[in-house]
């Protein structure tokens, strides 16, 4: 019995039309580089692109030095926390310390002027800040898991944290990016927490905020560990 159903689905199977794939011919488009650009598009794209480069220019503040990422910490990172941290606070005053993450950091900043376009070399993605209500167990994992990594750009005020740990309270609130809130970069434990702020402030905003308001900046070289 089981050898007829056999030789049926295979009779079956073989009766199905079968359909061969037929090369269809086609034609290359030769491109040539010396073609001039369409006269209209460049007319259409460049107040947008005279504008965005007026934008990038503004000069927002002033760098005393070249500055670029290191680890365990260097004057950028330092930098960047700090700013991050100060607009962190302003929207909710119980945060107690900022991490970012080193990957997050993609250019350098040069002495002299600082242009709106230098703030987003430094931080070209769309990353916003949020701020984590995390159990105070967390600080350890945070301390090992920095450490293991070599090190992330920390705001200046670890004494905060340190002190909550000693108070035996039972949280502490973490600045950081929402990328790193939704787990990236392998921090998979911040997607533990027990309270999620997002601020809707991107981090690239806050750095030209900062730099807004404190005009002439004055880098932290002090190493900041946990």
Known sequence: MIYKIFFIILFLYSCKTRITPVAQPTSNIQLNINDKTDKQIEDLISPYTLGMAAAMNVIIGHSPAFVEKKKPSSAL????????????????????ICILN?????????????????????MPFENEIAILKLNTTYIDSLQNFIRIKGGEPISDNINSLKQIALSG????????????????????????????INTNIKIRDALIEYVKIHQHITFDTKIREL
């Open 169 to 196: 309270q039972d949280y502490f609130y973490l600045v950081t990016t929402d990328y790193m809130a939704n787990g990236g970069d392998n921090y998979s434990f911040l997607t533990r927490a027990s309270e999620r």
């Open 77 to 96: 990172g330092n930098f960047m926390a700090d700013a991050v941290m100060e607009s962190a606070i302003k929207v909710y005053p119980l945060s107690t």
């Open 102 to 122: 080193y990957g997050g950091i993609r250019s350098t900043l040069d002495s002299g002027e600082i242009t709106v376009g230098d703030i987003f070399q430094i």
